[in-house]
């Protein structure tokens, strides 16, 4: 008969080949596991530099670009509004009349009225920079703001000198 | 004694115990599932969401096996087909492939010595660009990968952290569940 040394109970405990006792240290439960090891703060530390590469790349100076919002309903492109600083209106589509955007002086544009269920448009709240998107997953609306080259001065200056 | 370990039985009971340990699980995801969508929404310009199901996926992993870990996840995203239509299954489906497949991977890779920390933030990260790949895929997003990237990998770190603790605290009285004996009526 096999015991086991600590809670001598014969179940659950195999024979090994070197001892005749087998104790619960020789055969970890799996809810054992590990939480966290010192190396996994490696893993933390790159996964963090990708996370800040990728933030840093998407946040680029565009006070000089020239930018406009492009609509996508159905993946169809529908418009492209021009955001230039000083206007300030709504925008309503036909095909989606449940949708209204509304575009602010402050080169931003923002999804105002969706029926839709989650208001994940809405909470996105007022997109400004290229790349920037608002989605309305269940309208099939996408708005994405794109960058449509520098109206800087100083470089046209630069080319002329 | 009888005991109901996989190794020790015949084919029918073993069976039968595998079913019913992934249809616990899958309980457990589905109801993980609609608590998820009760909380707030996190802080995101990207629908994401907390990811609670993947407790049970893990646990499903860590407890039973590649084989019960990958049953509790596509089931999952199958009840979510049903219920939540197609578009919504397939963004589930997509998210959840991936996931699965890359915690699978490590899983074997590391022959079960990942720590739980690495297993759900990679299975929550990789759960979020699988969603995000689909939606590129199917012209909801565009061109906003850069963007968006940061999102994905920051709140899958928190939202895996989360999940994470949430297991550690549910292992043992989920394992007790499972390894619990059945004695013959004599």
Avoid: W
Wanted: net charge positive.
């Amino acid at each position: 008969m096999l015991f086991c040394r600590k809670c001598s109970k014969q179940e659950d405990h195999e024979r090994s080949d070197d001892r005749n006792l087998v104790t619960h240290d020789d055969k970890p439960s799996r809810a054992q596991r590990v939480f966290f090891r010192a190396r996994d703060l490696l893993f933390l530390v790159v996964l963090l530099a990708i996370a800040l590469t990728f933030f840093l790349l998407s946040r680029k100076d565009v006070s000089s670009s020239s930018l406009e919002a492009q609509v996508y309903i159905d993946g169809e492109l529908v418009d492209r509004i021009v955001l230039k600083a000083g206007v300030d209106q709504d925008h309503r589509f036909a095909a989606r009349p449940a949708v209204r955007l509304h575009q602010y002086a402050d080169r931003t544009i923002a999804v105002i009225v969706s029926d839709c269920p989650d208001k994940t448009c809405i909470n996105t709240g007022k997109i400004g920079k290229p790349g920037a998107f608002a989605a309305c997953v269940p309208n099939r609306v996408l708005v994405v703001i794109v960058e449509t080259g520098t109206t800087d001065s100083t470089q046209e200056v630069d080319v002329v000198t | 004694m009888l005991s109901l370990d996989s190794k020790h039985t015949s084919g029918v009971r073993m069976s039968t115990t595998k079913l019913a340990r992934i249809a616990v699980l899958l309980a457990l995801a589905l109801v993980l599932g609609i608590v998820d969508g009760m909380l707030p929404p996190l802080p995101s310009p990207v629908p994401l969401r907390y990811g609670l199901a993947n407790v049970a996926v893990m646990a499903a992993l860590i407890l039973l096996g590649s084989g019960e870990a990958f049953s509790v996840a596509m089931l999952k995203s199958v009840f979510v087909f049903l219920t939540r239509g197609l578009f919504a299954g397939l963004v589930s489906m997509s998210g959840t492939l991936c996931s699965i497949l890359l915690m699978l991977a490590i899983e074997k890779g590391t022959r079960g010595r990942v720590s739980i920390f690495i297993l759900s933030v990679v299975g929550a990260i990789t759960h979020n660009f699988g969603q995000f790949l689909f939606l590129i895929f199917k012209d909801v997003y565009r061109s906003a990968f850069v963007y968006v990237a940061p999102f994905l990998i920051l709140f899958g770190l928190l939202t895996g952290l989360l999940s994470a603790t949430l297991l550690r605290m549910t292992m043992k009285p989920l394992e007790v569940l499972f390894n619990r004996k059945i004695r013959p009526r004599s």
